[in-house]
């Protein structure tokens, strides 16, 4: 099972113990009506899991990921096992619109996000 979205706002921020990336789909007005939140807990302090919230659903682990595609404007995520959090999706699809602002917060994030957690997949 797949869970599948599209959003048109990506940020990259990152703090003394993370590094976050957030999707997110907004109104004409701004506000958030959707979001996907990944984080990487950074430091000697933190055990460096993955977290991934979906509209204040979370889950989370060192060994979360199996594989990572990255495109233009897509990012695919291949479970080890399916996420209760999203019914039970085995795989995250998300895009993102390819503004030069997206691309560039996606470019920072994604690499230190995902980076050591990626076995295969391609960049």
Do not use: C
Request: charged share 30%.
């Amino acid at each position: 099972m797949k869970y599948s979205k599209d959003y048109d706002t990506v940020a990259f921020d990152k703090r003394d113990n993370a590094v976050m990336l957030f999707f997110a789909s907004t109104t004409d007005a701004g506000d958030i009506e959707d979001y996907l939140l990944l984080m990487r807990a950074v430091g000697e302090d933190y055990d460096q899991d993955l977290y991934v919230e979906v509209n204040e659903r979370q889950f989370s682990g060192h060994d979360l990921v199996s594989e990572t595609h990255l495109s233009e404007n897509m990012l695919t995520l291949d479970l080890r096992e399916p996420a209760e959090a999203l019914d039970g999706a085995s795989q995250i699809v998300l895009t993102f619109d390819a503004t030069e602002e997206n691309k560039n917060a996606f470019e920072q994030g994604a690499f230190l996000i995902l980076g050591d957690s990626i076995e295969g997949g391609h960049a």
